[in-house]
């Protein structure tokens, strides 16, 4: 029997955790960061988490057009359950910059698990990177 599936973040601990990490690793906004993403995938967000650019890789991981994907919020794309975007978006909004695992779901409904680094630009835009670890259903 397989272990019931647990939504990333939904303990309080981990959001407590998470909350400590990003007053550790804290940049100054505009400064790039260096965790261990390996970009592959790349995605420029405005503040109110809709996409204004992405690469032609991350329209291909998705499985839409860059026009279908321009305008939206994140949000549309992340798999029900994976976290409280809203509180991560403000532990991010807090700290400018925030790196982790995320799940976000293509146009087939494929669940596709990211490692993420995310951080503000100098003109207030977001700035994120990806690498895929994983794909499932």
């Known amino acids: 029997m397989a272990a019931p599936r647990r939504a990333i973040g ?31 995938y ?7 988490r809709r996409y204004t650019d992405v690469s032609d890789s991350f329209c291909k991981l998705l499985g839409y ?13 992340t798999a029900p359950g994976t976290t409280d975007i809203a509180v991560v978006y403000e532990l991010f909004a807090n700290a400018g910059y925030m790196h ?7 146009r087939s409904g494929t669940h596709l698990l990211v490692r993420y680094e995310a951080w503000y630009r100098s003109d207030g835009l977001i700035e994120g990177q990806m690498e895929l670890l994983g794909a499932g259903a």
Do not use: M
């Open 42 to 48: 790349a995605v420029i967000v405005d503040a109110d």
């Open 10 to 40: 939904s303990e309080p601990s981990t959001i407590l955790a998470a909350d400590h990490s990003l007053g550790v690793i804290a940049r100054r906004q505009g400064c790039r960061p260096c965790a261990h993403v390996r970009p592959q």
């Open 65 to 77: 057009r860059r026009e279908e994907l321009i305008g939206k919020k994140y949000d549309v794309f």
């Open 100 to 106: 982790g695992i995320w799940i976000l779901v293509n």
